[in-house]
């Protein structure tokens, strides 16, 4: 196997969907704290009180109707309240990954437990101290922090009252956040992340059907903002340590042609630069690409950069590109007979590839092609900061959990990754998502399950929060101490 000496195998989290604690230790609220749980077939509602004071709900990345405000309301379940209270068992969790040998663990800070509103100019000293806990006890198991900075928790309030990510002073509330983190967590972590996922605020555009240019304009200004403030957050973070590595995150969904016709070659490229490399391209290369001329043109787009921006763009390019991989998708010119349809899956359904219960279409060979083609184009080191499967999981009589399926989802994936190795890709590490289970993005469930760690909690919030070793435990720890020589 190809994988060099001092590989960061690990695991990865999100503070929202592992560490609950929502309305403790001074953190304010974030959009998932207003948002209830669904299934693959039934959406995630964002829920409010409206001008009359009556109850209401609607999809997420709906606006709010006029005067009304976002609310947390007694009929319904918010899983990200508790999550699966990592913000009570950071501790026996950071044992439990020392015990399979983790070589780093990627986790985010919440920003609102720092800046409950985003507006404070002090952080909240409670939420930097339980950060510096965490940090301190990772190095005493001899983990590597991976820090995501922003893993979608702008604070509520910022959202509410100052018009989010849309606003351009939200940059500078982020900038304020990370700077707070940079120079608290100095010497603690030295790895980062700026944004996760960042290009998601374009990529599903086109699924939504319906989607008008003013949503385009809106959502493309969006990103515009956290781009600057990711290039502004990179250039902080060296200042303050020039020992710090700082990367972007990309949701790296590969987009194949149906057919073998050139108009669908064309439109998987374009479709591919719009959802994956446009962010990556700016983090990466230090400016737009030029096939922003075209994405900008398609929707009537007119973006507000403004002559800094355009120079910290460049002065702020990252020092690795790092992506989630979990599936591919397909994309035709013609009429598709078969679609999959799934929690952010639509489109052509690929007969070479099996599917997940949640419709993900499982194709280890994208992750190589992914890795191949972020290689070339970049030339940086590349982290592997997401891959798993999401499944039921079932506890046996005696407690144990044979997750055989999940094992067999890394494996591929894994010998992919040392494939991708072997033809030159400098690749520095893999974090493996929800390493602990924890509640699902994209439908809400616990019981969508990612992690070698299981921990006894429904969806209804019913559960003891017991932890316990699934058999990909084993596996995974085996994985880890052969460096990735013995894959089972
Ligand atoms: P869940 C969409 C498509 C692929 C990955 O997803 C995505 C998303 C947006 O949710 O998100 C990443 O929980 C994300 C994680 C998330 C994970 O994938 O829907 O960075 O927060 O949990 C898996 O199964």
Known sequence: ????????????????????????????????????????????????ID???????????????????????????????????????????????????????????????LFPTGLEIEPNVEGLNFYKDMFKTMREYGIEPLVTIWHFDTPLYLVEHCGGWENRETIDHYVRYATTCFREFKGLVHHWLTF????????????TGQTTDEDYQHAYQHLHHKLVASAKAVQIGHAIDGDNMIGCMISGMPWYPSTCDPADILLSQHRMEEGVWYSGDVQCLGEYPSYATRLWKAHNIKLDITQNDLVDLAMGTVD????????????????????????????????????????????????????????????????????????????????????????????????????AIENGVDLWGYTTWGCIDLVSAGTGEIRKRYGFVYVDMDDEGNGTMARSRKDSFYWYKRVIETNGEELG
């Open 51 to 113: 001008k009359d004071g009556n109850h209401g709900k609607m999809w997420n990345g709906e606006r709010l109707p006029e005067g009304a405000h976002y609310a947390v309301l007694p009929e319904y379940h918010y899983p990200n309240h508790e999550a699966v209270d990592g913000y009570h068992h950071y501790k026996e969790d950071i044992a439990l990954l020392g015990e399979m040998g983790f070589k780093q663990f990627r986790m985010s800070i919440c920003w609102s437990r």
């Open 320 to 419: 690795f590109y790092s992506f989630s991989y979990y599936m591919s998708n397909v994309v035709t010119t013609h009429t598709a007979k078969d679609t999959v349809r799934g929690n952010f899956t639509a489109g052509v359904r690929n007969n070479y590839l099996k599917y997940s219960d949640w419709g993900w279409g499982y194709d280890p060979i994208g992750l190589q092609w992914m890795l191949e083609w972020a290689a070339a184009r970049y030339d940086l080191p590349i982290m592997v900061v997401e891959n798993g499967l999401g499944a039921f999981d079932t506890v046996e009589d005696d407690g144990s959990i044979h997750d055989t399926y999940r094992i067999d989802y890394h494996r591929p994936h894994i010998e992919a990754m040392s494939r």
């Open 1 to 48: 196997m190809a994988f060099p000496e001092g590989f960061l195998w690990g695991g990865a989290v999100s503070a929202g969907q592992w560490e609950g604690g929502w309305d403790l230790g001074g953190r304010g609220m974030t959009m998932t704290d207003v948002t209830t749980g669904g299934t693959v077939s039934e959406p995630r509602y964002v829920t409010y």
């Open 196 to 207: 996760n996922e960042i290009n998601n605020t374009i990529m599903f555009l086109p699924f």
